[in-house]
């Protein structure tokens, strides 16, 4: 980033997005402790795992539909804002045509 260039933010994505899969790989490549005799633990821990992941991934993707709306939602009350700018931007030119008299 030479010159105060700044990244794009499909950049920026995508580097958010691989670190999280980093984190996603190291735990579901499982633990490196001792492995337990007891199986219904172990049935129950890989369980936990995957419900867990289920969540954080229905999580992620909610915050991202609840983005996608905020954007629209906010792109509309910018267009209707600029719509109102322009109609007003008339309106004050009928009120000087008006005001000189060219216009009765």
Do not use: N
Not at 33 to 50: F, L, R, Y
């Amino acid at each position: 980033m030479r010159g105060g260039s700044r990244p794009t933010p499909a950049a920026l994505f995508l580097l958010a997005a691989a670190g999280i899969c980093a984190q996603f790989a190291t735990v579901l490549a499982g633990d490196p402790q001792t492995p337990k005799d007891d199986t219904k633990a172990e049935a129950q821990s890989k369980g936990h795992t995957g419900q867990t992941v289920l969540f954080v991934l229905l999580g992620v993707g909610a915050a991202i539909l609840l983005s996608f709306f905020i954007f629209k939602y906010w792109q509309k009350k910018k267009r209707e804002e600029q719509h109102a700018r322009l109609l007003k931007l008339f309106e004050e030119d009928d009120d000087i045509e008006l005001e000189l008299g060219l216009r009765d």
